[in-house]
C-alpha cells in the first residue's frame, strides 16, 4: 500500500516497494490498494508496466471510488477488479461505514458486475484480458503513445 488513508498515517509506514505488475497465465496483473485508487499515476503506472488487469482490495468509506474505477478503466483501457468490505467499524471512537459496491469493469468503462452496499457475496465475469492488451481509441490515436509526459 502506497498511499495511507486518514488515520493510517499515525499507525502504518507507506509501502515502499511500489506498484508492480506480475503475469499470469499469460495475463499482466496489477494491485493497487484501498485509497491509492484516488491517485490515477496508480493505475496508469501499472498499465505502463503492461497490467491488463488492475486488482483493487479495499475498505472504502468515501462514495466516489466505484466511479474513479471506472474512469480508471477507461483512461487505461484496462479491466478494474475492486473488491470491497461491507458493514461497519468502530475504530479510534469513530464509527466507520464500508460503500460496499464490490465491482469487476471492463476496459470501455461497462460494469460487468456489482455487488450491493451492505451485504456480503460473490462476484465473477467472464473476461477476455487481450480486449486490454489493445491500447488503440481511433485509427490514429494509442492511450499510451499518444501521452505528451514532458507537459504533465
Keep these: 500500500k502506497v498511499h495511507r488513508f486518514d488515520t493510517e498515517k499515525a499507525i502504518f509506514s507507506p509501502g ?5 505488475v506480475f503475469e499470469f497465465r499469460q495475463t499482466g496483473i496489477g494491485m493497487m ?19 491488463q488487469i488492475i486488482c483493487h482490495p479495499s475498505n472504502l468509506v468515501l462514495p466516489h471510488c466505484p ?5 480508471r478503466a477507461l483512461e487505461n483501457n484496462v ?4 473488491c470491497d468490505r461491507v458493514g461497519s ?31 456480503p457475496g460473490f462476484l465473477s465475469a467472464d473476461i477476455d484480458p487481450q ?12 492511450i499510451l503513445s499518444d501521452r505528451r509526459p514532458e507537459f504533465y
Design 16 to 20: 515502499q516497494t511500489g506498484f508492480f
Design 33 to 51: 490498494i484501498c485509497f491509492d485508487w484516488r491517485f490515477p499515476e496508480a493505475a496508469r503506472k501499472l498499465t505502463l508496466d503492461g497490467a
Design 67 to 71: 466511479d474513479a474505477m471506472k474512469t
Design 79 to 82: 479491466f478494474t477488479v475492486t
Design 89 to 119: 467499524e468502530n475504530r479510534t471512537g469513530r464509527q466507520l461505514k464500508f460503500i460496499g459496491k464490490s465491482r469487476i469493469i471492463a476496459p470501455d468503462g461497462e460494469v460487468l458486475g456489482e455487488l450491493g452496499t451492505d451485504d
Design 131 to 142: 480486449l486490454a492488451a489493445n491500447k488503440q481509441i481511433t485509427l490514429n490515436n494509442e
